[in-house]
């Protein structure tokens, strides 16, 4: 099996394990650090889009930008390369473009370098091997506050024998995630296809897609048990567990800020919000999936801790939980258990992250 997943992309996804911590920097090309995830498939299908031919879900692009351009780069997981299935035109960094060239210049170029799945490690190497080619001004990346503290954490994270035997055999492994994959309504957008665009061409959305909001990615226990296991990090009982994947995490955030920093560019960290954050039915009903209450947890304790730690270290950032917390007082912000954002929730942090970095990119 460990052979076999070298050669089969389908394997790859079907073996995954978010808590094992990659040796990213003993890769030296794109296509190998790709291929450690989803796989490097240039003009591929996915989600209603095919591939550019870098394998990423955006537009084409060059290495070099047009001149006078003012070139992003947003740079994360899941919430940046399909934020769970939304069309690409309603996808938070397209829109963000569409945004900043009507309200400050049309010579914005917004690219985007998301690989589902990934944590701040990975997507550090992503910068270091892509990223910093591209000659941006500015760097966004989207912290996502539900796995970006245990993706590639599973020493910090106490073992249980399920646990250990999913990192060590990959056949428990495989068995583990087919038994998942049971709670999953579209598993055909999660394993990946093999299906490419015979013109060798991408960077384009697909006619043939249906987005249905309408419809549920799990089945709701399957959901809850995800959100149960996302907020357990702001259980009261797991502050020292916190404490450690924090402290695993600082200086990886301080040597993104100065590896973006020492190419020229501007680094700014934006907060996704969980959805267990935003809506306090679903706290309510995920606290008690495990047997707790909702006041058992500080459902806040990330944000509180990130922001501290950016403003020592002089890192721009975002909070986006406060606009989504009043927002979904009247609004759905997320797909239907799914734990990623709908296309409204998209709008929104469109919007918010417009704002901010306009107001940035004014400055002198």
């Not at 960077?203 to 419809?215: A, F, I, V």
Request: proline share 5%.
């Amino acid at each position: 099996m460990r052979v076999l997943e070298s050669y089969n992309p389908n394997l790859r996804v079907l073996l995954y394990n978010p808590r094992l911590l990659g040796q990213y920097e003993q890769i030296n090309t794109l296509e190998a650090l790709l291929n450690t995830r989803g796989g490097f498939k240039p003009y591929a299908k996915r989600v209603g889009f095919v591939l550019n031919s870098r394998s990423f879900r955006t537009k084409e692009y060059t290495h070099g930008k047009s001149p006078g351009f003012y070139r992003i780069l947003a740079i994360g997981d899941s919430f940046t390369a399909a934020s769970g299935g939304v069309p690409y035109s309603q996808h938070w960094p397209v829109l963000s473009e569409k945004h900043l060239k009507s309200t400050v210049s049309n010579q914005f170029d917004v690219i985007k370098l998301g690989v589902g799945g990934v944590g701040p490690r990975f997507e550090l190497r992503l910068w270091q091997l892509e990223g910093s080619k591209l000659e941006a001004e500015l760097v966004v990346l989207a912290f996502c506050i539900g796995n970006d503290f245990t993706d590639e954490q599973a020493s910090a994270v106490p073992r249980s024998l399920g646990h250990f035997l999913t990192e060590s055999s990959y056949v428990f492994r495989l068995v583990h995630n087919l038994y998942r994959l049971k709670g999953v309504a579209r598993p055909t957008e999660i394993i990946a296809s093999n299906q490419t665009d015979s013109k060798q061409q991408g960077g384009y959305e697909t006619t043939d897609y249906r987005y249905d909001p309408n419809k549920p990615t799990f089945a709701r226990q399957a959901f809850l048990d995800i959100v149960s296991s996302r907020m357990s990090i702001t259980h009261n009982a797991n502050r020292a567990l916190f404490a450690t994947l924090f402290a695993n995490l600082k200086p990886v955030l301080l040597f993104f800020r100065d590896s973006v920093v020492n190419s020229n560019a501007k680094f700014v960290v934006m907060m996704i919000p969980d959805e267990y954050q935003v809506y306090p039915s679903l706290l309510k009903e995920a606290a008690h999936n495990k047997g707790h209450q909702p006041n058992d947890y500080q459902i806040d304790l990330p944000q509180t801790q990130l922001s501290q730690f950016f403003q020592e270290n002089e890192i721009a950032y975002i909070d986006l939980l406060p606009a989504f917390i009043h927002e979904g007082k009247s609004k759905v912000l997320y797909r239907l258990q799914d734990t990623h954002w709908n296309i409204e929730g998209n709008q929104l942090a469109a919007t918010l992250l417009t704002e901010y970095l306009a107001k940035m990119i004014k400055k002198p």
